[in-house]
């Protein structure tokens, strides 16, 4: 019954910003890391974003350029990604995810619906 609902995604310019959220149930949110990954048409999902159970450490794809920033309110049980200097090659499906174990061991046990970002030039 775990359920991961993204919601924020849109049309946005290049240059522009965008903030995913993505609101989780069925499990003890505050004690597994989460992350964000992406996907366009035609390529495989990619690894975005991710962050501790606590919050203390994130890790980011090496094309994020200190362009987004991943966050988690574990009273509020929500996971977001601000998106700023959006780039056309941003263009893709995000999807959220609860890694089964930790970040580190790298198995993602669950994913939300996706929702779509589209960056135009």
């Known amino acids: 019954q775990v359920q991961l609902v993204e919601s924020g995604g849109g049309m946005v310019q290049a240059g522009g910003s965008l903030r995913l959220s993505c609101a989780a149930s069925?499990?003890?949110?505050?004690?597994?890391?989460m992350g964000w990954f992406r996907q366009a048409p035609g390529k495989e999902r990619e690894f975005v974003a991710a962050i501790k159970w606590s919050g203390a450490s994130t890790y980011y794809a090496d094309f994020v350029e200190d362009r987004f920033t991943i966050t988690r309110d574990n009273a509020k049980k929500t996971l977001s990604l601000q998106m700023n200097s959006l780039k056309p090659e941003d263009t893709a499906v995000y999807y959220c995810?609860?890694?089964?174990?930790?970040?580190?061991?790298?198995?993602?046990?669950?994913w939300g619906q996706g929702t779509q970002v589209t960056v135009s030039s």
């Open positions: 995810a609860r890694y089964r174990v930790s970040y580190s061991q790298g198995s993602v046990a669950d």
């Open positions: 069925g499990f003890l949110f505050m004690r597994y890391d």
